[in-house]
Every structure is written in structure tokens, then in C-alpha cells.
């Protein structure tokens, strides 16, 4: 097994190999209006620094949100191509369980990343595997009260949501943490199956999560000027 896991649903531009037991390489830039320019690089240079290929990599693994909607497209948009051209299946983790997984966390939490508009995607967690509700958005004076917050999000809005529940866990979904949540469930029997039913806890297709209606709209039309 090799699996090439990245994530652009947050700023964190992040991609990792993992071979089904370690994390072999890992490369993470933060940056939130580049994700088309430096994905490509950022694959590049985990594949250079594992002395690997892409002929070598065996599943492709891409965060699945939620996220705005350019950068999230990016990231998706890349498994799906590099997975049909490889020959390789492509699956999708929702970005907020790659967070929770990177927390190590085992006490019940909340993860928050950025939603834009005053907003933050969220989820609620019993431990690092295991997702009780959500994906969700909503204000940040909205979410649950007096569970631990772990995430960019939470950070952001800590006058918000109160200092003292934001925990010291990884504010981003490092690539790292992405791969070896999937590897954990790519040697199960049948996942493929379970993946295309809409049924697997963890893995799904590589679709985005958006629970919003894009910033950008189509333009409605002009209004008709009376004589």
C-alpha cells in the first residue's frame, strides 16, 4: 500500500505518503489563496523526499471539506484525475475528521475550521475516530457550550467562544494525520463496496462537502428599462 493523501479545504496546503504502517514524507504550506499553484509541488516534493513515484502510489486520498469553494475544488479535482490516470481507486475524508485524528485526542471535543462570513464549519467528536454529529456551519456564539475546541476555527473566535476550551492540538488537517486515518480503514475487507453504498464511517467518494451555496452567482438578468 502506498497512499498519497492531500487536503485544500483550509489554507493549510498539505500532502503526504504513507505506506500503510508510518508516514513517509509530509509537506504542508499554509496559504490561503494558492491552492491550484502549489498542490502540484507539494505532491512533487513528498514523492521526491519518500524516492517515490507516482507509478508507485496505490490509493489516492483527498479531504472532502467542508471548505470554500475554489480551494476544496482544487484538491478533488486532483484526486480524481491523478486516481483515473494511475488506475488507482480515489476516496474522500471529511477534513474535519483529518483534524480530529491529528489531535490524538480521546475525550470528547469539538473541531472548527474557517467558513468564512463569520462563520465555522464544525463538527462534534467522542474521541479522534469517532464523529458524533456533523459536518455543520454555523457562528461561532452557536456552537455547542462547554466542550473543548480544538481547530483553526475555534482559535479565530476564542474572545467568541471562551480561551480556555480552545485546546493545543494541530489547528489544520495535516496530510499526515489524512493519510494514516485512511490507512486504518483502506485494509478492510470490502471497503470499496462499503464506499460506493454511502455507508463507510470514515472514507467516502471524492466528493466535496459544501453545506453553503458558492460566494460566486450567476449573474441574474438585467431589468427590462420601461420607454
Known amino acids: 500500500m502506498l497512499v498519497l493523501a492531500f487536503d485544500t479545504a483550509t489554507p493549510a496546503v498539505t500532502a503526504a505518503l504513507h505506506d500503510g504502517e508510518r508516514v513517509l ?4 504550506t499554509i496559504d490561503a489563496r494558492r491552492h491550484g499553484e502549489l ?24 479531504g472532502s471539506g467542508p471548505g470554500p469553494y475554489t480551494g476544496l475544488r482544487v484538491g478533488l479535482m486532483t484526486a480524481q484525475a491523478l486516481a483515473t490516470s494511475l488506475g488507482v481507486p480515489a476516496y474522500g475524508v471529511c477534513t474535519l475528521d483529518a483534524v480530529a485524528y491529528g489531535s490524538g485526542l480521546t475525550e470528547p471535543f469539538l473541531v472548527a475550521t474557517d467558513a468564512r462570513r463569520k462563520e465555522v464549519f464544525w463538527g462534534h467528536y467522542q474521541d479522534l475516530r469517532t464523529r458524533l454529529s456533523g459536518p455543520a456551519v454555523d457562528r461561532p ?33 495535516f496530510a499526515g494525520a489524512l493519510a494514516a486515518l485512511a490507512a486504518e480503514q483502506l485494509g478492510e475487507r470490502d ?5 460506493e453504498s454511502g455507508t463507510h464511517p470514515v472514507l467516502s467518494l471524492p466528493l466535496p462537502i459544501y453545506l453553503r451555496r458558492p460566494d460566486a452567482r450567476v449573474p441574474s438578468a438585467p431589468k427590462k428599462v420601461s420607454s
Not at 509541488?41 to 519518500?50: D, G, H, S
Not at 475555534?154 to 494541530?170: F, H, I, N, Q
Open 39 to 62: 498542490l502540484v509541488p507539494t505532491i512533487e516534493t513528498v514523492l521526491r523526499e519518500a524516492g517515490a513515484s507516482l507509478r508507485d502510489v496505490t490509493v489516492v486520498v483527498a
Open 141 to 173: 456564539q452557536e456552537l455547542p457550550g462547554e466542550i473543548p475546541l480544538v481547530g483553526a476555527g475555534a482559535r479565530m473566535y476564542a474572545e467568541t467562544v471562551g480561551a480556555s476550551r480552545l485546546l493545543d492540538a494541530p489547528d489544520y488537517p
Open 191 to 195: 471497503v470499496r463496496e462499503v464506499v
Open 25 to 28: 514524507a509530509e509537506s504542508t
